[in-house]
């Protein structure tokens, strides 16, 4: 996404020239030969409702010349509602042979453009050690900070079927033990083998890399290319848990939550979640996903055979895939205007337990309200 001063005084002037061109150029970068590959522009007809182009629709094409560059000539009559105030949202996108697709959002087109090159990402993914590693889509920075460019990874993994079984990112808000400030984190992606389940499918890498330039006296401008790369990683796991089938009071029978289906389900808004099991049983991991809640903080309470009970809190994983504010977001109102608030994130994890004894029951405690959850396992 490309964020521009939108200075409105020359739409309402004399000055406005409807057949004004604003060219918009950019260039593709490959091992591979690109000449002739297409580049899309798409433009969203309702204008820019948000902050990205997600609901654009095709409007032209280009092609790439033997030196990967390409161009789009825009008038400015198409770039600005001219039966109403506000300004249209545009997308420029293109898919390389190697499968890797990249794409830009431009809200609000008012000068020539010139784009950052397009990169065929080649992200080799693999997994060890649990953990998932890939080459990067732009050279990682020697210290996270919100401030210059910013780079962050996301990998979903999606099951044959098409379920969102796991969704881990590699750069987090986390607590700085030396300063005791919150701030951002390069992290592994972690994806072990409790995380794996009895699930199969591939491991998309996605990537988000944001350039800021300096403007002047007017402040800066930031572009963000959104990248998925061809590249895939098959992976399957061998691994049940026990809970799978288990009742859960809030769903009754069967529980959504233990089916082994990931689909969303409404939680209702519940603060607190129990499991039975039918007799003692040791504890080693619980693994939640697509847990929508506010709150980073959670806790579970293990209940042994003998009433004692042992308290294990965990810090949710608070990504920042969406930016610097991670928790917030623009939501659409009824009147269809957008609203300001907080964001219930999804949570994928895994918690190690260590109880040291048999536990006969599991109880869930979340500082915020979830809204809404794919599946909860509980392992041996």
Avoid at 38 to 58: H, K, T, Y
Avoid at 90 to 98: G, M
Avoid at 354 to 363: N, R, S
């Amino acid at each position: 996404m490309r964020r521009v001063l939108l200075v409105i005084s020359w739409v309402l002037s004399a000055c406005f020239n409807p057949d004004d061109i604003l060219p918009v150029h950019g260039s593709l970068t490959s091992a591979d030969p690109v000449a002739g590959q297409v580049v899309r522009l798409l433009r969203d007809p309702a204008g820019a409702r948000e902050a990205n182009c997600a609901e654009a629709q095709p409007f032209k094409e280009a092609t790439a010349d033997e030196a990967g560059n390409f161009s789009f000539d825009v008038f400015r009559a198409q770039a600005v509602k001219l039966t109403a105030q506000g300004v249209f949202c545009f997308r420029v996108e293109t898919t390389f042979a190697s499968g890797t697709t990249v794409f830009t959002d431009l809200v609000g087109l008012s000068s020539e453009v010139t784009l950052p090159p397009f990169p065929d990402w080649r992200a080799a993914p693999s997994r060890v050690d649990g953990v998932l590693r890939f080459e990067p889509f732009a050279p990682l920075p020697v210290e996270e900070r919100f401030e210059g460019d910013q780079v962050v990874h996301r990998a979903e993994w999606i099951t044959a079927d098409g379920g969102l079984a796991w969704v881990v990112d590699d750069r987090v808000m986390a607590l700085n033990p030396v300063t005791n400030e919150v701030a951002p984190a390069r992290v592994p992606m972690a994806f072990d083998d409790f995380a794996l389940e009895d699930f199969s499918g591939s491991v998309a890498i996605n990537a988000r890399f944001t350039i800021t330039e300096e403007d002047g006296p007017f402040g800066s401008n930031s572009t963000t290319l959104e990248a998925r790369s061809g590249q895939t990683l098959q992976v399957a796991g061998a691994r049940a848990p026990f809970s799978r089938g288990l009742e859960c009071p809030v769903f009754g029978t069967p529980c959504y939550l233990t089916d082994g289906d990931l689909s969303a389900v409404d939680a209702g808004n519940t603060n607190g979640l129990i499991f039975a099991f039918a007799a003692p049983t040791s504890v080693s991991a619980v693994v939640l996903r697509g847990v929508e809640t506010e709150a980073s903080l959670m806790a579970l309470q293990l209940t042994d055979e003998d009433g004692g009970t042992v308290l294990v809190q965990q810090v949710l994983p608070t990504s920042l895939w969406s930016g610097a504010v991670p928790n917030f977001t623009l939501r659409p109102l009824p009147d269809g205007g957008l609203e300001f608030g907080p964001k219930a994130d999804a949570r994928f994890v895994t918690i190690r337990v260590d109880a040291g004894v048999l536990v006969e029951q599991v109880q869930f405690g979340f500082v915020s309200p979830v809204a809404r959850a794919g599946e909860i396992s509980v392992f041996e």
